[in-house]
């Protein structure tokens, strides 16, 4: 079993994961929260909805469903987790469901990975980031296939690109009402003009 060595709370942890809070702010979150490992609930039958019926992207990815460990491995990753920090990115709903889509999920995959990557350094050698979408679909799309399932293993962004949660059958809901978020989305006035919000959102495992 991979044994992580992450900091103790005498390491100066909490302030840390503070930080950690505040990059992923710098990062292009809109907000972050710590979430216990606890909170984190792996559901199958989320995960099956990339197969029956099947996304158009299953199989496209190393990232993705079938090629993911999906619920099991999820469970076993959190046995070694007792906090994560769960962001979401909250962009006008028309600039999501327009071509701008895949700037934003873009942006969420370089915010997990970031996040990630700085807590590494921080000494959490074990975060492990999730996303969402499909990486093949966002940096990739302009070649035939994945690089790692059918080139030379090797991934083409590997400091960009996270799996995404989907295939794991984490629920993003309950990680919401663990924040404290309105999963729904929210409403700004902008003069008369009512601008509907929607999140997409993003995991850190951390230690």
């Not at 924040?179 to 995991?203: H, R």
């Amino acid at each position: 079993m991979e044994v992580f060595e992450n900091p103790a709370p005498g390491d100066g942890a909490e302030e840390k994961i503070k930080q950690l809070r505040g990059k992923a702010l710098a990062l292009g979150a809109t907000d972050a929260a710590v979430v216990p490992g606890q909170s984190i609930v792996v559901d199958e039958s989320l995960a099956e909805k990339c197969s029956n019926p099947k996304c158009i992207n299953y199989g496209l990815s190393k990232s993705c469903p079938p090629n993911v460990g999906g619920p099991e491995e999820m469970r076993k990753m959190l046995e070694k987790f007792s906090r994560a920090l769960f962001f979401k990115i909250e962009v006008p709903s028309e600039v999501l469901f327009s071509g701008q889509g895949r700037e934003v999920f873009q942006l969420l995959h370089e915010t997990a990975a970031g996040i990630e990557q700085a807590a590494v350094k921080m000494g959490f050698s074990g975060a492990r980031a999730y996303a969402g979408n499909s990486c093949k679909k966002l940096f990739c799309r302009d070649y035939a296939e994945c690089n790692v399932l059918a080139g030379d293993g090797k991934c083409r962004n590997p400091q960009r690109a996270r799996p995404s949660m989907s295939g794991f059958g984490i629920n993003v809901a309950g990680l919401c009402e663990a924040a404290g978020w309105n999963m729904k989305g929210t409403e700004y006035k902008n003069g008369s003009e009512t601008i509907k919000m929607s999140s997409v959102c993003g995991l850190v495992l951390i230690c």
